[in-house]
């Protein structure tokens, strides 16, 4: 059982380029999350989904798209990145009124 | 809307000492409660949660919390901690969806964070 899995585990970007993260759960859950880690800041929501083909906005959605074609992932699209988007970032998933299986995260770094 | 308040960013203790970590939280709506885990370089593990029913919620690992809904806390505690316990510990909130008059949908909304550190 694999739980929530994300790929890649570190990258670097160049300031203006794009990227996607992915992020795979085999739990059946309907709900899935991107969250954000920053330190001393906790974890901030960036997008969620209550289920395939709807999306919504978290706490801090600019500069960040997501889609959801299946249950099963919730890729996180980062373009222009900058400097800010430098984080950690973890995709979560739950069934509702749960909190949610957390990925291991990825790290992110924007120069 | 939520908020939540880790009152301690830093806790040092010794191994076998009794912990208290503090997490205060404020809502308009009621909630659901929880507590995680994240030891360096990992993600997050959910220590327990407090959903309904008794406000003594044991976790795993030996921690426990208490919901207090009228001084709107949710402490952590451990009564002997070891080295092993060494990591940073987020106490989080949702509302409780339809049920509970928000829509959260499971939505979190965590605090700044307690870094725990057991000394031997």
């Known amino acids: 059982n694999a739980g929530v899995t994300q790929t890649p585990k570190f990258r670097i970007l160049k300031i203006g380029q794009s990227m996607t993260l992915q992020c795979t759960q085999d739990m059946n859950h309907n709900y899935m999350y991107w969250y954000r880690q920053d330190p001393g800041m906790g974890l901030k929501l960036i997008y969620y989904s209550v289920g395939a083909g709807i999306t919504d906005k978290g706490e801090v959605p600019n500069g960040y798209n997501v889609s959801r074609s299946t249950t099963e992932d919730f890729p996180l699209r980062l373009e222009l990145a900058a400097p800010s988007q430098t984080s950690v970032y973890f995709c979560?998933?739950?069934?509702?009124?749960?909190?949610?299986?957390f990925g291991a995260g990825s790290r992110l770094t924007v120069l | 809307a939520q908020s939540v308040t880790q009152l301690d960013s830093q806790v040092p203790v010794f191994e076998e000492a009794p912990v208290e970590l503090r997490c205060n939280y404020s809502?308009?709506?009621?909630?659901?409660l929880f507590w995680y885990v994240q030891y360096p370089n990992q993600g997050l593990q959910l220590l327990l949660k407090?959903?309904?029913?008794?406000?003594l919620v044991k976790g795993i690992n030996g921690f426990e919390a208490e919901f207090n809904k009228s001084q709107t806390s949710f402490h952590l505690r451990k009564p002997s901690v070891h080295i092993s316990d060494t990591a940073e510990y987020f106490c989080?909130?949702?509302?409780?969806?339809?049920?509970?008059?928000?829509?959260?949908?499971?939505?979190?909304?965590f605090g700044q964070g307690t870094i725990l550190t057991v000394h031997p």
């Open positions: 407090y959903l309904s029913g008794s406000t």
């Open positions: 809502s308009s709506v009621s909630v659901y």
């Open positions: 979560a998933s739950g069934a509702f009124g749960a909190a949610g299986t």
């Open positions: 989080a909130v949702s509302d409780r969806g339809l049920m509970g008059g928000g829509t959260s949908y499971g939505k979190l909304t």
